[in-house]
C-alpha cells in the first residue's frame, strides 16, 4: 500500500474533525455525526482508489452513508478496504465531553475482519505486554499474566473499562485483585491505543464494547506493536442471524489482532474534542487548528500532525 495514502486519508479525518467540532456541547448526537459522515464522505471521494467501507455507520438499510459494502473513492487505483467511524464517541462531543475523535483504518482489499454491528468482548494490551492476554482466561488470570510480563505489581496497574452497567462484576473483580481502574463514558478505540502509550498512565483495556470498534482498534494496535483479543458477544438472535450473514458462524472464537487486521494497515484519528488521546479543534478568527495521528504498519511509524485550516482557502471538494 502506498504511503502517500497516508496523508490523503489524514485528510479525510481532519474534514470530518472540522464538521463536528461545530457541534461539540451543543446537545445534537444526531447533527454532529451526520456533520462528520458528510464531511468524510466528501473527503474519500476526492481520493484516486477503489474502496469499499467493510466497518461503516451501519448496513445499507440502516445508514444513507458510509454504510458496509459503499463504494468510495474515484474509483481509479488500488482497491482498499475502510475500518471507519467518523465520529468516535458522538455523546461525548454533543455533551463536550473529552476524547471523541475522527477515525479510519485502512488495509488492502479482504485483509479486515466484516464484524457485525453487535458486542465485542475485548482485551488490549501495548507492546510490553504482547502474547500476555487471553480471552479465554478470567479477569485476574490476565491481570496477573500482564503484571508479570510489565515486571509491576498489580496495584500499579490501571485497568480502563467502559462505564456500563453490563460491567459491574468486571469492575468488582478487578478492584479484588488490587488494580486501579479508569471508568469512561464513551471512546474504547482510544483506550485500546492508550495502553500502548507509556505517558497514558493505562496498561490495559477490559470489557465489552462495539465489535467495529474492536476492528478498528486492532489496526491501529498492529501499527505500533501491542495486541488484542475480540470475542463477538452477540444480544439476539438476530445478531447472531446478522453475523452468520457475514460469514462468522463461530461465535466463541476468540480473534487475535492478527485476525481481525491482517496485512499492511494505516490508521489515522484526529482529535474533535479535547482528549488525552489527542487535542480537539481549536478554532481562531477565520480557521482552526487540528491535531491527527498517522500510523502504518509495515514501517512502525507513527505522525503527530498539527495543522492550521484557513478557512477562505480551502478548496470545495
Known amino acids: 500500500m502506498d504511503r502517500n495514502f497516508a496523508m490523503e486519508f489524514v485528510r479525510v479525518t481532519e474534514m470530518a474533525a472540522l464538521a463536528a467540532a461545530r457541534f461539540m456541547g451543543r446537545g445534537d448526537e444526531k447533527a454532529a455525526d451526520q456533520a462528520a459522515v458528510d464531511a468524510m464522505r466528501r473527503m474519500?471521494?476526492?481520493?484516486?482508489?477503489?474502496?469499499?467501507?467493510?466497518?461503516?455507520?451501519?448496513?445499507?438499510?440502516?445508514?444513507?452513508?458510509?454504510?458496509?459494502?459503499?463504494k468510495v473513492g474515484t474509483g481509479q487505483g488500488p482497491r482498499l478496504d475502510l475500518a471507519l467511524d467518523p465520529l468516535e464517541g458522538t455523546t461525548l462531543?454533543?455533551?463536550?465531553?473529552?476524547?471523541?475523535?475522527?477515525?479510519?483504518a485502512i488495509a488492502e482489499e479482504g485483509q479486515?475482519?466484516?464484524?457485525?454491528?453487535?458486542?465485542m468482548d475485548k482485551i488490549a494490551v501495548g507492546p510490553d505486554a504482547v502474547g500476555a492476554i487471553d480471552l479465554n482466561a478470567t479477569p485476574t488470570q490476565n491481570l496477573k499474566e500482564i503484571?508479570?510480563?510489565?515486571?509491576?505489581?498489580?496495584?500499579?496497574?490501571?485497568?480502563?473499562?467502559?462505564?456500563?452497567?453490563?460491567?459491574?462484576?468486571?469492575?468488582?473483580?478487578?478492584?479484588r485483585a488490587g488494580c486501579r481502574i479508569w471508568l469512561i463514558g464513551d471512546g474504547d478505540v482510544s483506550a485500546a491505543i492508550?495502553?500502548?502509550?507509556?505517558?497514558?498512565?493505562?496498561?490495559?483495556?477490559?470489557?465489552?464494547?462495539?465489535?467495529?470498534?474492536?476492528?478498528?482498534?486492532a489496526a491501529a494496535l498492529r501499527c505500533v506493536g501491542g495486541d488484542f483479543q475480540g470475542r463477538l458477544n452477540a444480544?439476539?438472535?438476530d445478531e447472531v442471524a446478522r453475523?452468520?450473514?457475514?460469514?462468522?458462524?463461530?461465535?466463541?472464537?476468540?480473534?487475535?489482532?492478527?485476525?481481525?487486521?491482517?496485512?499492511?494497515?494505516?490508521?489515522?484519528?484526529?482529535?474533535?474534542?479535547?482528549?488525552?488521546?489527542?487535542?480537539?479543534?481549536?478554532?481562531?478568527s477565520g480557521g482552526a487548528h487540528t491535531s491527527s495521528m498517522v500510523m502504518r504498519s509495515e514501517s512502525g511509524t507513527t505522525r503527530h500532525i498539527e495543522a492550521q485550516h484557513h478557512f477562505d482557502r480551502?478548496?470545495?471538494i
Open 147 to 175: 503484571a508479570k510480563a510489565k515486571k509491576k505489581h498489580l496495584e500499579d496497574m490501571t485497568v480502563i473499562i467502559l462505564d456500563r452497567p453490563r460491567h459491574k462484576s468486571l469492575i468488582e473483580e478487578v478492584r
Open 93 to 104: 462531543c454533543a455533551n463536550g465531553g473529552v476524547n471523541s475523535i475522527a477515525v479510519i
Open 243 to 284: 453475523a452468520a450473514k457475514m460469514g462468522i458462524t463461530d461465535m466463541k472464537r476468540v480473534y487475535g489482532i492478527n485476525e481481525l487486521a491482517k496485512g499492511n494497515v494505516m490508521f489515522c484519528a484526529t482529535g474533535v474534542t479535547q482528549g488525552t488521546f489527542l487535542p480537539g479543534v481549536r478554532y481562531f
Open 112 to 119: 479486515f475482519l466484516h464484524a457485525p454491528d453487535t458486542y
Open 194 to 217: 492508550a495502553t500502548c502509550k507509556p505517558d497514558s498512565g493505562v496498561d490495559v483495556l477490559m470489557g465489552t464494547g462495539g465489535a467495529p470498534e474492536g476492528v478498528i482498534a
Open 314 to 316: 480551502k478548496p470545495r
Open 44 to 70: 474519500l471521494n476526492s481520493i484516486q482508489f477503489n474502496g469499499t467501507v467493510v466497518i461503516g455507520e451501519g448496513e445499507r438499510d440502516e445508514a444513507p452513508m458510509l454504510y458496509i459494502g459503499e
Open 235 to 237: 444480544r439476539n438472535t
